[in-house]
């Protein structure tokens, strides 16, 4: 992500915070979040969860397959704040979750 990228994070728009670049997506909740809440999420994500090690407190990635093409959804909480990354490949998600998770602190 260029520095330009870099700052969508700090600007805030009713409950959460989100970042569009072609396929890659991705938003951070305002609102806190604990274990149980984010399992909620979990839960409600169509498809298998996958554990995502080494990244945030928990993270867990979906693979979807839709109609024209397919993509990964990955939920990652850290420090209460859940953040969810929509990206053509794990490969993407994960980097996209790096920059971000680096930015929360």
Known sequence: MTGRERTWILHWEGSRSAYREGELYVSVARASYDRQSFRDVVART????????????????????????????????????????????????????????????
Request: charged share 20%; glycine share 10%.
């Open 46 to 105: 169509k498809g298998q969860p996958v554990t995502e090690p080494g990244l945030g407190d928990a993270a867990y990635s979906f693979h979807v397959q839709g109609d024209s093409q397919d993509f990964v959804l990955l939920d990652v909480l850290k420090d209460g704040r859940l953040v969810q990354i929509t990206a053509p490949s794990a490969e993407e998600a994960r980097k996209a979750a790096s920059t971000v998770l680096a930015q929360l602190g």
